[in-house]
């Protein structure tokens, strides 16, 4: 037996959710007296991966893999958990992980725990940590299926630096049978991508309209973070519907969100829950987000901001 988990890139780089993964799988396969196996597809430079223990990696090249599609990267997985005989199989929790995970789990007769925040606590039957109720509780579940999937809650496990030699391997995948339509897909218009991102940097309404949106790039710029905004932005189409984030957008859990000109309405703060520090930017001291924030200033963004750019970019100069 052993543990697979599929690394995920973009324009061909691991991205960094990949590197908790593999932490993470290697860990569970010590637990487990195993070994650990990662899968990437499409993903030319591997060679990060074995920095976190991962000493085997299964390298699938198609040009039929280019768009992400749920049913084919679920084959490819699943052809790969068969034939190394992998029981555990461990995912990110982004939004293509979450989408493929049901139908690998249908494929190899697996359950699909999601959430995970730990290692398992016990492995006979196998129990794991998950966040519930929108990060606020914690259930402590557990499997007794045979082939369990994993879906890691991203920023929750951290990074376990292990340098090993790596094996790169090319596997061949039979994608015959497969539905070969490709699903439609909208990139993000940021430099980084939410999912990836250390910071990320979010606004709302009280911007007054997408022409002033400079002033959340430049922010973002000058702290490396990748943009995003609230619902009713995307809405109004302000911004793309690919930086919406809350609990009906993509999840964040960020080491820092800064939020701009968002009132906090539970949807928003229950997708940013899981980030570790909060900051607030907003004129109304009774809006929601200060409730939920670690750090809050009252003010009009159109003021604070730009100081608060201003003076990120002088420390940056002093400390470069």
């Given amino acids: 037996m052993a543990v697979l988990t599929y690394i995920e890139s973009s324009n061909g780089k691991i991205k960094k959710s990949g590197f908790e993964l593999a932490s993470y799988a290697c860990e569970l396969a010590k637990q487990t007296n195993s070994s650990a196996i990662a899968i990437t597809i499409n993903c030319p430079d591997t060679s990060e991966i074995a920095n976190y223990g991962i000493d085997k990696v299964l390298k699938v090249n198609s040009d ?10 679920s084959d490819v997985i699943s052809q790969a958990s068969t034939n190394f005989d992998c029981d555990r199989i461990v995912l990110s929790s982004s939004s293509d992980s979450k989408y493929l995970a049901p139908l690998l789990a249908a494929k190899i007769d697996a359950s699909y725990l999601n959430n995970v925040i730990s290692l398992p606590s016990n492995l006979n039957p196998f129990t794991v940590r998950r966040t519930a109720f929108t990060n606020k509780a914690f259930s402590d579940t557990s499997s007794s299926s045979k082939n369990i999937i994993i879906g890691l809650s991203n920023n929750s496990f951290g990074l376990v630096e292990n340098s090993v030699s790596l094996s790169e391997e090319d596997f061949q995948v039979n994608l015959e049978n497969s539905n070969l339509a490709v699903e439609s897909t909208e990139k993000a218009s940021g430099t980084i991508s939410i999912a990836d991102a250390d910071i990320v940097v979010s606004a709302g309404r009280g911007m007054k309209g ?44 960020t080491n820092l969100y800064i939020a701009i000109g968002i009132s906090g309405a539970i949807q928003h703060l229950a997708g940013i829950n899981s980030s570790k520090i909060k900051v607030v930017i907003n004129n109304d001291p009774e809006a929601p987000f200060f409730k939920a924030a670690d750090y809050g200033v009252v003010g009009d963004a159109f003021e604070v901001v730009p100081k608060l750019n201003e003076k990120l970019k002088e420390f940056n100069l002093q400390n470069s």
């Fill in 64 to 73: 039929s893999l280019n768009e992400f599609n749920a049913k084919l990267y």
């Fill in 210 to 253: 997408p022409e002033n949106w400079n002033l959340i790039e430049d922010l973002a710029n000058t702290l490396g973070a990748a943009t995003a905004c609230s619902k009713p932005v995307s809405d109004m189409g302000w911004r793309p519907h690919s930086e919406h984030v809350g609990q009906t957008g993509k999840p964040v859990a």
